[in-house]
């Protein structure tokens, strides 16, 4: 028994001792090759740049800009104390890796399966930032070794701490700490306190999460983290604890990064988007020299842009959302945000949250057409008082108190955008399935179960509103907006690539052809009736067939439209979401669209919506809703599914009057519908 012992620990000491060799060997071969090649640089110049959907340059980072190299003397010790206590505390003794932190690390690694725990020392890290992405994989880690023994072996602890600090990434574009001083404090690195210091060694960790521009909780926590730290390791005195932790940081006032370049709202998007598919922070996206090719049209966008700012008087301080998008795959070709991106960069097209409006209605009338409803439904247009469930009463109104006091098609009130109409198919429906179908189309914000929902009572972003008519215009298949299709890394590679692929069928396709061609009439003169179509002001402008709809509240004005080969939605308002009493802005979203879609045609192809097999056209005649025949003075085709065709024909517009003419030998059989028949058949 002694022996079998004897002989088990004889094995295990041999297996730690042979472990033991290969983890000394790996070691020695680190250490040989990196002697073989070389001190590594101690500079990173990489900007990130954006291509255009035809591999055109449209922007960069120019993160160098935003660079100055300072001597470690002329940096405040108080910002190298405060460095070091909270990014690694052992600098100064350890030879590039800190064993201690790294074994407490892989053991938490291990137990999550993950490489989330890190224990990088800041020589790691300064490999890390400047030759290497920041994925989180074993072959990085690998390489992140090599980098950190070069750096150790060629490079004195001074000169390797002076290349963090003047490298790391702060936030803003600001790249080392002499940027990070004066973009923040407005003042050289070398005077700042121990306030100012701590505050700014928080923010690498997390440049968006911990800038105090970004989010004042998370950055004053981490400060007064790092002050605990520098008082309890003797770096700063009782005194200078209580008066930096007192201190209210008085942060230099900033005007709108200048981004001179085509698109600067559309590149922040891209910006946001990259960040969620690499899974990475954006300013370590922006330092880290992608190469990231976008869907953006730059003719497109350049024509957007015109077309907002000839059509917009510069008196007005009216603000503008607009986005075009290809309707078969979701791909964004161009975006404007705003005015003046300088002025301000928020972006109005994906972050604000605005009523739809009368937009909302195409919606409401998809669910309808699934619940029997049809082209040629008649609902009677007058002032209606609806009770609700609560004992209240809701009094909805058509614009200017218009109505027609008669029946009206569905064809009629969409395309004079009727609301009697809409709150009534709403009512019938019920709130909880229109709700239901605007689900379906992406309206993702919170939308009221209540009868004016139907108005367009909801907010909603305008790219909602452009994929949601974007998923009528390409025959009901599911899309996302999107702005990448390719990211290639520093090193040539390709870390994401959008897969081709349709979208699943989530609207009936004959619905929704039948939705589009109504969508049509708004530009339609046909259908005038109590009032005019609501795209009449604009209808003259058109060369081609497009679907759309406007809509408006007291402060939002609305036009989204499309062809088979763009969907455009354009919003215009105010701010501060005050009312607009100028007649002339109600209307600028219509002429911006109408302007950017004629332009943005002008060399793609001529192509109609293009009727399913399953769906039939019908002349009607818009005012009774029946098959219009020759006596109608007014006919429009409209669609139906087979198995909804119409039969009845229109009786109202038959002239017993008109002189007689030589009559037709003609079977006298016949009664008076297939006699009109007939003669409808032979115009």
């Known amino acids: 028994m002694k022996k079998r012992g004897f002989r088990k620990y004889r094995i295990i000491g041999k297996l730690i001792t042979g472990l033991a060799g290969l983890v000394l060997i790996s070691f020695a071969g680190i250490y040989f090759l990196s002697f073989l090649l070389g001190p590594p640089v101690l500079t990173n110049e990489e900007n990130t740049i954006y291509y255009s959907d035809s591999n055109e340059v449209i922007g960069e980072e120019h993160g160098v800009e935003n660079r100055y190299w300072v001597d470690l003397e002329d940096m405040s010790p108080h910002v190298i104390n405060a460095t070091l206590i909270v990014e690694d505390q052992h600098f100064m003794e350890h030879n590039g890796f800190d064993f201690k932190r790294i074994a407490g690390a892989i053991i938490e690694n291990i137990r999550s399966m993950s490489l989330k725990e890190g224990a990088s020392t800041l020589t790691q890290q300064l490999a890390r930032n400047l030759y290497l992405s920041h994925d989180k994989t074993w072959n990085r880690k690998i390489k992140e070794a090599f980098y950190t023994v070069r750096l150790e ?146 003719e497109m966008q350049t024509q957007l842009e015109e077309s907002v700012d000839a059509t917009i008087s510069e008196e007005s301080e009216m603000q503008i959302g607009a986005l075009a998008m290809e309707p078969n795959t979701g ?23 605005r009523m739809a409006g009368s937009t909302f209605k195409p919606f409401l ?90 108005l367009g009572t909801a907010s909603v972003t305008v790219e909602e509103m452009v994929t949601g008519y974007g998923i009528i215009a390409n025959g009901g298949r599911e899309i996302e907006g999107y702005t990448i299709e390719k990211i290639v890394d520093r090193n040539g590679k390709t870390v994401y690539e959008r897969e081709e692929k349709a979208g699943d069928i989530i609207l009936d396709p004959d619905q929704a052809f039948i939705l589009t061609d109504l969508m049509t009439g708004m530009f339609d003169r046909k259908l005038n009736g109590y009032a005019s179509v609501t795209g009449a002001p604009i209808t003259d402008q058109l060369t081609r067939v497009y679907a759309g709809k406007s809509g408006s509240t007291q402060s939002d004005s609305w036009m989204i439209g499309y062809s088979p080969h763009l969907v455009t939605g354009v919003w215009g308002g105010y701010d501060d979401n005050r009312t607009m009493e100028i007649v002339a802005e109600s209307g600028y979203p219509k002429q911006i669209w109408a302007a950017f879609m004629e332009k943005a045609h002008e060399e793609l192809p001529e192509q109609g919506f293009a009727a399913p097999e399953g769906v039939v056209g019908v002349p009607i005649d818009p005012a009774t809703g029946h098959i219009a025949t020759p006596y109608c003075e007014v006919s429009r085709v409209m669609y139906f599914e087979e198995e909804n065709v119409p039969t009845t024909y229109c009786t109202e517009h038959f002239h017993m009057d008109e002189p007689e003419e030589e009559p037709e030998e003609e079977d006298s059989s016949k009664g008076l519908v297939e006699r009109i028949f007939d003669s409808f058949i032979g115009r």
């Open 331 to 353: 791909a964004i070709k161009a975006m404007v945000g705003g005015r003046d991106y300088q002025e301000s960069p928020y972006n109005r097209a994906v972050d604000a949250r």
């Open 153 to 298: 072996m060629y490079y004195s602890k001074k000169e390797i701490l002076e290349a963090y600090l003047n490298s790391v990434y702060y936030g803003h574009g600001a790249y080392g700490i002499e940027a990070a001083s004066r973009y923040f404090f407005d003042q050289s690195a070398k005077d700042l306190d121990v306030a100012e210091a701590s505050m700014l060694a928080g923010i690498p960790k997390g440049p968006t999460y911990y800038s105090p521009l970004n989010n004042k909780e998370n950055a004053d926590n981490r400060q007064q983290q790092i002050l605990n730290l520098m008082f309890k390791n003797d770096m700063i005195t009782a005194e200078e604890f209580d008066k930096a932790t007192e201190k209210e940081l008085i942060y230099a006032e900033k005007v709108a990064e200048n981004k001179n370049t085509i698109g600067p709202y559309f590149q922040d998007t891209v910006l946001e988007e990259a960040s969620e598919v690499l899974e990475l922070d954006m300013e370590l996206i922006r330092s880290g020299g992608f190469q990231i090719y976008t869907t953006l049209n730059a």
């Open 365 to 454: 009338y998809y669910a309808a057409l699934e619940n029997g409803y049809s082209a040629n439904t008649m609902l009677t247009s007058k002032p209606t008082v609806f009770e609700l469930e609560n004992g209240e009463v809701y009094r909805p109104s058509n614009f200017n108190d218009y109505y027609a006091y008669e029946p009206i098609s569905l064809a009629q009130a969409l395309a004079v955008s009727d609301n009697i109409y809409a709150v009534k198919t709403n009512v019938f429906l019920t709130p909880e399935r229109v709700i239901e179908t605007a689900r379906r189309f992406g309206l993702e914000g919170e939308l009221p179960e209540v009868p004016s929902l139907a």
